[in-house]
């Protein structure tokens, strides 16, 4: 029903890593939208939210508090893992939670510029304009970075031996 | 790092045809140049991996208890700064906000939380019109060209804008011009002219029709009155909080073309 109040959250876990520091990123950058709505004069107001959603949780000081914390995981498990879902296989269910949970864990581990532009490609299905719009970035930086992520991702989950 | 494209210089285009950035000629060029590129096979086949890997990442919504602190901060918020323009804007313009009448800011916040929550990309156009009329309202976005001479609006939007909006005044008829400006809807910059009827502000917004003419229509959101019609190869939007019946008088007066 708020698509783009979900793509800000979603966003802001991914940079804070941390539930309760997104939250206050969360609200930070929604005063800041709505103080600065007047002066929006711009065609697209999702990528001016994630941009001002970023510039956040840049100027945060919780923002680098260290790739230790695993974000993000818990609260997908405290939802319960939605058995029915998965048809009459629980176990592949519970298996493929776990997996998702390493990918998670993964993706949380990359350096924020590269985390920053895989999630909103991936997760957020951005097009390259609009990751360069709300990061600030040309798009030849876009595209280095997304390839540099993957390849990043890709190393790492090969090491963890996932598919 | 490594440098991002070892070996071949195509892989960054093989990644961002996986990711349908490129067009038809340039995936046809591509698919040619990778036949005979194992580099670029091979890219290929990782990227595919990468993306198999994130795809089942369940998309989070925002828990309602989160989304319920945020609007409440908002609506805090709302206040001061609703306290704070009416004190550092005396003059000519701080009519405006005892126009929004009844549901006072609130209305404001509506539509600006509307803009920048709800409306979907290439969203409900109606909308926009009333998330722009409602930004506009706000003190210092009215006008870029103030004045009550369609003689001078209409030259203030040459080299401006990529076409030429028809500016009428109907002060005669009540709905007195106060002016013009800039502003983007529908994906592309758009003129604006500004009415007064009695305390109220009417937005009407011009820009070239790329559709069929449609027959004019009438609808209201978040309070506001609408009226929508085409008329010599240009789309019209009015937007008030007037009565719906003098907007539809306001749109008559402009389709007679007096
Ligand atoms: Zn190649």
Wanted: proline share 5%; hydrophobic share 45%; net charge negative.
């Amino acid at each position: 029903m708020l698509p783009h109040l979900d793509a800000a959250y979603n966003l802001a876990r991914w940079l804070m890593r941390d539930s309760e520091a997104a939250e206050d990123v969360l609200q930070e950058a929604m005063v800041r939208a709505l103080t600065y709505f007047a002066s929006f004069k711009g065609v697209n107001p999702r990528a001016w939210l994630l941009q001002i959603v970023r510039n956040t949780a840049y100027s945060s000081h919780a923002l680098n508090r260290g790739v230790e914390t695993v974000p993000l995981a818990g609260e997908h498990e405290e939802g319960g893992i939605d058995l029915a879902d998965h048809g009459d296989d629980p176990e592949a269910a519970l298996l493929r939670t776990r997996e998702q949970c390493r990918v998670r864990t993964l993706v949380a581990a990359l350096p924020v510029e590269l985390r920053e532009t895989l999630v909103l490609r991936e997760f957020e299905e951005c097009s390259y304009k609009e990751i360069a719009d709300a990061t600030q970035t040309p798009i030849g930086t876009v595209m280095s970075r997304l390839w540099r992520a993957r390849q990043l991702l890709a190393r790492a989950a090969a090491a963890e031996g996932l598919p | 790092m490594s440098a991002p494209a070892p070996g071949c210089d195509k892989v960054l285009l093989v990644q961002a045809e996986l990711d349908g950035e490129l067009g038809a000629a340039e995936a046809a060029a591509l698919a040619a140049h990778r036949s005979g590129c194992p580099l670029c096979q091979k890219a290929e086949a990782e990227l595919l991996r990468t993306r198999a890997l994130l795809r089942g990442e369940p998309y989070a919504a925002v828990p309602e208890a989160v989304r319920a602190r945020v609007m409440a901060r908002l609506r805090q918020h709302e206040t001061r700064l609703a306290v704070a323009s009416t004190m550092v804007r005396p003059g000519r313009r701080l009519w405006l906000w005892p126009s929004l009448g009844g549901f006072g800011l609130g209305a404001a916040c509506a539509a600006a939380l509307a803009f920048l929550l709800v409306l979907p990309q290439g969203g409900d156009l109606a909308v926009a019109v009333v998330a722009s009329h409602v930004r506009a309202l706000q003190p210092g976005h009215l006008e870029d060209v103030a004045s009550t001479d369609q003689h001078t609006v209409k030259p203030w939007f040459d080299g401006r804008i990529d076409f030429a909006p028809p500016v009428r005044d109907f002060a005669a008829a009540g709905f007195p011009l106060q002016g013009g400006r800039l502003d983007y809807l529908d994906g592309r910059p758009v003129a604006a002219l500004v009415y007064q009827r009695d305390k109220h502000i009417i937005d009407l917004y011009i820009w070239p029709a790329s559709t069929v003419p449609r027959m004019g229509g009438g609808t209201a959101i978040h309070g506001y009155n609408l009226a929508h019609w085409t008329q010599d190869g240009m789309t019209f939007w009015a937007v008030s909080d007037v009565e719906g019946a003098q907007l539809d008088e306001f749109a008559k007066l402009w389709r007679r073309g007096s």
